[in-house]
């Protein structure tokens, strides 16, 4: 073709050439690690909220903001200038001290801030760097089901496999069959992914569960990774950090994050905490994958984990009383409701063909659910999650809604 003067040539992509193949694929046909993983449910079920205008209980967001003074302290650092460039790679300093001390006030756990703490873009961010970090492919991660559906793709990315523990309904908590847990581990096993207080099912794992949890890890000489997002929205039941047994705290993982505790779920800043082995290993991951993020907000953190007993009473009373008001009010209508001991979920047993019944629910209620199928690697669909960690207003509008569904349904 020729070109006509100040007019740049179209370039004619060419199709593209197969160089490998494997096992007879061409090399654009072959299986990706992430190929089974859709579109979250969670973006198609706000999508069904709006269209239906529904009230949207299925994301475990809030819909009030942090503290006053923690939004403005997080306005004053972009103001001062603070966090506007590239903070450090580990997280800033002024952050970094005040998770060690947070974890030295609440738990007597006492970590380096300099070689033993990390900043992150949330727990996500976290978890997916210290199992990439920490697995090779081929080995496997032990976690429990049902499960934050992150990790099951991290684990996947990583190239290393997933065995399942199911956790089981044992009154208004869960709990697993510790000889189904001694059975998930083998030699190919590298560590032990927890998540507690646990979203779904709102469990809080008691000193016995950790225990045996720590003796399996210790025989086994496995890492564990613990998820502890929620570790400050508890109700009944008390938050004990694996890395606070004997002998843990040179195994453990421990992350967290200021999303849920500060009622700020976009800032994204989460921290890991582990010994500077384990903790090099997440660090080296991290930086590049984002290498930093959320300057200015990790200013207006650090002053929140300041914040004295009082604060974290408030939190843990107020979401209380929106848990009771939304399980009696589920109970009233007829539904079989857990109690939860933590976090922002209520599980709803329906019986079965969950699934159908979240789909359906926006069009014959007005409300939307989560079904926890997606948490799942077995075959289980009789339950729902509801977030409840919504103003009490809204949570009585979706009530009155889901009254409706009694007629629908008669
Ligand atoms: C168990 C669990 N881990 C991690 C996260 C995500 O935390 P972050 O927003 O800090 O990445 C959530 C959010 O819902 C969660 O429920």
Redesign the pocket.
Known sequence: MQAQAGVIPRVRRQPRQPTHTLAGMTLMDRPGRLDSFGTTIFAEMSALAVRTGSVNLGQ?FPDTDGPADLLEAARQAIADGRGNQYPPGPGIPELRKAIAEHQARHYGLSYDPDTEVLVT?????A?AAAILGLTEPGERVVTFEPY?D?YAASIALAGAGRRVVTLRPDGDRWTFDPAELRAAIDKTTRLILL?SPH?PTGTVFTAAELGLIAELAIEHDLLVVT?E??EHLIFDGVHIPLATLPGMRERTVSIS????TFSV?GW?V?WVCAPPRLLGAVRAVKQYLTFVASGPFQYAVAHGLGYGPDYYRRIADDLKSRRDLFVDGLRELGLSVQRPQATYFATVDVGGDAEAWCRALPERAGVVAIPSRVFYDADIDRYARFAFCKQPDVLADALVRLSRLGKLTE
């Open positions: 475990g873009v949330g727990a996500t961010e978890t934050y992150s998540n979203n998820d997002v929620y994050s200021a999303g849920k779920t994204k989460g």
